[in-house]
């Protein structure tokens, strides 16, 4: 079954410094996401991308953060510089190919980012 | 503006007992909804969804839901619980309309199975 793969699964950065965490989406799948689960709390909605542009974002995604599909296979997140209220875990999302729904998404299994 | 309630961030039941987690929804438009299970330290994997068809809807692992538009309810069962079933269920809702297919999630509740 396809899957859709984060790297790297654990992350600790230093606050101040850029990361990028990075997804590997189904490969014909064509609206991608970003959302992050801080620890102990609920899943939140970060950014929907579409066509090579964001679609929606929330409030939580600020212009500390940005997303890229560089190259047709990956998509990324960069979070310009770290606070230490950024470590959560995030969580890449795709969906939406020729014969699927584009509300049946595949989550990653996540990349945990540790702030300090 | 949707919304997602889930009753009970942490549910206990013996094992072979009835599971139920509940979830209501507030949504303008008729949504889909979904549940999710997160086990420790790994990702979502989807459980069941609805998307308008039959009104019960069948899952993995033995689950089932039944969307009630007269109660903005999508509560979660299972005849029985396993002790596998111990983990974290998110409830999420998706508005037909957006057009960005975004999930609202729920707050979770916990499940423990007591042997």
């Known amino acids: 079954e396809p899957e859709v793969t984060q790297t790297p699964s654990h992350q600790v950065t230093q606050m101040g410094q850029e990361v990028i965490l990075r997804c590997v989406p189904i490969s014909n799948h064509l609206y991608f996401y970003w959302y992050r689960q801080i620890l102990g709390q609920k899943v939140e909605f970060l950014v929907s991308f579409y066509n090579n542009e964001i679609s929606e974002k929330s409030e939580i995604f600020d212009d500390q953060f940005s997303v890229e599909r560089p190259d047709g296979s990956n998509f990324t997140l960069k979070i310009r510089s770290t606070k230490l209220e950024d470590s959560a875990m995030y969580f890449c999302?795709?969906?939406?190919?020729?014969?699927?729904?584009?509300?049946?998404?595949?989550f990653g299994s996540g990349t945990r980012l540790t702030v300090v | 503006a949707q919304s997602v309630t889930q009753l009970g961030s942490h549910v206990s039941v013996s094992e072979g007992a009835l599971v139920l987690l509940r979830c209501n929804y507030s949504?303008?438009?008729?949504?889909?909804l979904f549940w999710y299970v997160q086990y420790p330290n790994q990702g979502l994997q989807l459980l069941l969804k609805?998307?308008?068809?039959?009104?019960l809807v069948k899952g993995i692992n033995g689950f089932e839901a039944e969307f009630k538009k007269s109660e903005t309810s999508f509560h979660l069962t299972k005849p029985s619980a396993h002790m596998s079933d111990a983990a974290e269920y998110f409830c999420?809702?998706?508005?037909?309309?957006?057009?960005?297919?975004?999930?609202?999630f729920g707050t979770g509740t916990r499940l423990k199975v007591l042997a």
């Open positions: 609805y998307t308008s068809a039959a009104t």
């Open positions: 949504s303008s438009v008729p949504p889909y």
């Open positions: 999420a809702v998706s508005d037909r309309g957006s057009g960005t297919y975004k999930y609202i």
């Open positions: 999302a795709s969906s939406g190919g020729a014969r699927t729904s584009p509300y049946g998404y595949t």
